[in-house]
């Protein structure tokens, strides 16, 4: 199983931002949820537009923390929807899912 986040990534942005960092991390927690809930959304009603923004967002916001696999697997999902083939993607969709929910548990555990 590799690790969800790149750690020395994660360190860098530590070390930069400081007494931020806890704050960006909460509102990174938060807002992965809201992405994925449209992301799903955007499925449920096969709306190819919605989903490409929403992965798009989660895709640049994960990559930003070090999310490595989260943002490849965002930009799959991205490459889908503009295809206009967010219809076929449950499984890339429920993977992206999974690796967000690793993600998030291990940036709970980063925050102090």
Known sequence: ???????????????????????????????????????????????NSKGYEAVHSLKG?????????????????QVECKSGRIHDAELLIQMVQEEQNRVSRYLTEQLG
Do not use: W
């Open 61 to 77: 916001a994960s990559a930003n923390l070090g999310a490595v696999h989260l943002a490849e697997l965002c930009l799959k999902l």
């Open 1 to 47: 199983m590799h690790t969800p986040i790149n750690p020395s990534q994660l360190q860098e942005l530590r070390d930069l931002l400081d007494d931020e960092f806890d704050s960006l991390l909460r509102s990174y927690l938060v807002d992965s949820q809201t992405r994925l809930q449209a992301i799903q959304a955007a499925f449920d009603h096969r709306d």
